[in-house]
């Protein structure tokens, strides 16, 4: 899945220099990448509604249900601003980037049309970063550093690719409030990269 996105990334910049896509396309884009964006967040939502057991076990979750996500929350976006300076970004644009909270796809062209595509590919590559390092730290943070501390790497995707790692390495309990986490940080994420930037 990695290598499709980073092979689809690569292959729009390389037929955009090269003048391949039509015009219609190149002429599109800004519409084309709007109404893909809601689509979506439409299927994203359609999901979310379409898989009542989880819904409904949500809610039986222990306390940490808000707590995790909040901590997680507070300490991406501190992350974000404390690497403004380790590389050359403001800490403004660097918490933004952040704010992504590991949902390449959304963050990146939100900060590529608010920001310019320089700081949406920063974004891009960022969030998906995360999202692979996730993978490999969930199993090594939940065996050392508890079953909590395992939902926060996953950020946004903790309600869909990081979901089953979660479950198998950090519990079934740690597992509904990453559910919970990526519903809430998938909720918030357009409205704090908008109040960042």
């Known amino acids: 899945m990695m290598v499709l996105l980073i092979a689809a990334v690569i292959l729009g910049a390389v037929a955009s220099f090269f003048g391949v896509v039509p015009e219609v396309l190149n002429a599109n884009n800004g519409i084309l990448v709007e109404i893909t964006l809601y689509l979506m967040l439409f299927l994203i939502g ?21 707590i995790v996500p909040a901590g997680t929350i507070l300490g991406t976006l501190f992350g974000g601003f404390l690497c403004a300076s380790i590389v050359n970004l403001s800490g403004q644009d660097a918490m ?17 049309k608010v920001k310019g ?11 998906v970063m995360r999202e692979s390092l996730s993978l490999f730290l969930i199993p090594v943070i939940a065996k050392y550093l508890g079953p909590y501390a395992a939902i926060a790497p996953g950020g946004a995707t903790t309600m869909d690719v990081t979901l089953p790692i ?9 597992a509904i409030i990453g ?13 704090v990269i908008e109040m960042i930037v």
């Open 46 to 66: 359609f999901d979310l509604g379409n898989n009542r057991t989880s819904f409904s076990s949500m809610f039986k979750a222990d306390k940490m249900l808000l």
């Open 179 to 191: 559910f919970v986490q990526g519903v809430i940080l998938t909720g918030i994420t357009p409205f």
């Open 117 to 127: 595509a320089e700081l949406g590919a920063i974004a891009f590559l960022a969030n």
């Open 96 to 112: 933004a980037v952040a704010a992504g909270f590991g949902w390449y796809s959304f963050s990146a062209v939100i900060l590529a």
């Open 166 to 174: 979660i479950e198998k390495y950090a519990g079934r309990r740690a």
